[in-house]
């Protein structure tokens, strides 16, 4: 079984500051791991993915992501957050083992203050 | 190119109704998923096809749910005797070859509302 927690339903900062969104996931086999953006009445794009060949991923958008397996995390960062940063960012992770559909978290509402 | 093309984006209807719902994939895209995000919520997965038939259906919630995609492109997911608890975006996307790690692409979604 897997699962994915994001720890802060709701996220603020100040456009210009750091951008931290927190994912921890549980998996039984070395995971596969993806952040996904989510703007208002659309789709999931994805941002950037984990698959074993670099602990630190670097995604579109200026964002990255480091994978820590001792913390068994896997958390989004951006240096400076822009306003159009503001949207629902999804954590997910996938195991495969033959079923090959992802496990999201539950996400976070990034808000970005003027 | 195109993305993932889903339609509706939105149907209305009444409990107990039947619904379909259709998802065009991108092209040559053998991978496809079907997944329902209700309120506040993380998508969840319903099913997987690989080419014509569904690898994993773990995912659909009883049998008034089941999907189709008869030519390995084109899928329709079907809801019978609508419930308001099946009120939901129900999301479609498309992967290259459905590996594990491949990323997938989403469509837009369907936003179905159940009165």
């Known amino acids: 079984a897997q699962s994915v927690t994001q720890l802060g339903s709701h996220v603020s900062v100040s456009e210009g500051a750091l951008v931290l969104l927190r994912c921890n996931y549980s998996?039984?086999?070395?995971?596969?791991l993806f952040w996904y953006v989510q703007y208002p009445n659309q789709g999931l794009q994805l941002l950037l993915k984990?698959?074993?060949?670099?602990?630190l991923v670097k995604g579109i958008n200026g964002f990255e992501a480091e994978f820590k397996k001792s913390e068994t995390s896997f958390h989004l960062t951006k240096p400076s957050a822009h306003m159009s940063d503001a949207a629902e960012y999804f954590c997910?992770?996938?195991?495969?083992?033959?079923?090959?559909?992802?496990?999201f978290g539950k996400g976070t509402h990034l808000i970005i203050q003027p | 190119g195109a993305g993932v093309s889903q339609t509706p984006s939105n149907k209305v209807t009444e409990k107990g109704k039947y619904v379909e719902l259709r998802c065009d994939p991108i092209?040559?895209?053998?991978?496809l998923y079907w997944y329902r995000q209700s309120l506040g919520q993380g998508p969840e997965f319903l099913i997987y096809?690989?080419?014509?038939?569904?690898?994993?259906d773990s995912g659909l919630p009883n049998d008034r749910f089941f999907a189709v995609r008869p030519e390995g492109s084109v899928s329709t997911l079907k809801i019978q005797r609508t419930e308001r608890g099946d009120s939901a975006v129900y999301l479609c996307?498309?992967?290259?070859?459905?590996?594990?790690?491949?990323?997938?692409?989403f469509g837009d979604g369907t936003r179905l509302s159940i009165l």
């Open positions: 984990y698959t074993s060949a670099a602990t």
């Open positions: 996307a498309s992967s290259l070859t459905g590996g594990v790690g491949q990323p997938q692409h």
């Open positions: 092209s040559g895209h053998t991978a």
């Open positions: 096809f690989q080419g014509t038939g569904a690898a994993d």
């Open positions: 998996s039984s086999v070395p995971p596969y």
């Open positions: 997910a992770v996938s195991s495969g083992g033959g079923a090959d559909g992802l496990t």
